[in-house]
């Protein structure tokens, strides 16, 4: 961990985090596919990433030699939402997805409406049980095997211990290190197969529920 700096998360590192949810979320979500239309594939990972940032109240990254290796957003009940602000105008997202082919719009549209079909299943009569979300923990995969990930964990366990949480949920897929959660004390209480008719493939992964006791 030397030379590894924990701090706020601010609207400069927002390029980053792109990145990173790339590199952790891409494949699963058929990011992929997008690629070759820039507008289209920016706008995407713009709308992403504010789905995140909208909700949490709580976020850090991990800088090694000045660059941010890792980050993680989590949200907790009843606190103000914390990066809000770092939106910018929405506009120009939306006439890029807007203006994407129709097979790129399919498929965009596919993702969204399976994912947050699952989500809607998986926590149907839960939500009202859990006192926050961890949103995400994400390591660049060079920076992977230094703790940088339970690191960041520390922190949001802390922060979440000292809003007197005693419950929280997380959410992942087959795609990700479910590793990570199972060492470091969830539990997985819940799973959703998800099944995607891409146009031009078919994909089936499976959605999890993950919970942590404080």
């Known amino acids: 961990m030397d030379g590894v700096i924990i701090r706020e998360i601010e609207e400069k590192d927002l390029s980053v985090l792109k990145s990173l949810m790339v590199e952790a979320f891409g494949e699963g979500w058929n990011l992929g596919r ?31 030699d000045g660059n941010v290796v ?32 129709e097979d790129e719009r399919a498929d965009i ?22 006192d926050g979300s961890l949103e995400f923990i994400v390591v660049s995969q060079h920076a992977q095997g230094m703790k940088i990930g339970k690191t960041l964990w520390n922190e949001v366990s802390a922060y979440f211990k000292s809003k007197n949480a005693k419950l929280i949920y997380l959410i992942t897929d ?11 004390g969830f539990a997985k209480i819940a799973k959703q197969a998800a099944q995607y008719s891409f146009v031009a493939s078919q994909k089936e992964i499976d959605i999890f529920v993950y919970e942590y006791k404080f």
């Open 174 to 184: 087959t795609m990700c290190n479910t590793g990570f959660y199972d060492n470091n």
């Open 70 to 101: 890792g980050a993680t957003l989590c949200s907790a009940k009843g606190e103000a939402e914390k990066f809000r602000a770092f939106q910018k105008d929405i506009a120009p997202n939306t006439l890029a997805l807007l203006t994407a082919a």
């Open 109 to 130: 549209a596919e993702h969204l409406s399976v994912s947050f079909q699952a989500l809607g299943q998986l926590l149907e009569s839960r939500a009202d049980a859990y």
């Open 34 to 64: 997008f690629e070759q239309n820039e507008a289209v594939y920016q706008a995407l990972l713009e709308m992403y990433l504010s789905i995140f940032l909208n909700s949490s109240t709580f976020g850090k990254v991990a800088e090694l």
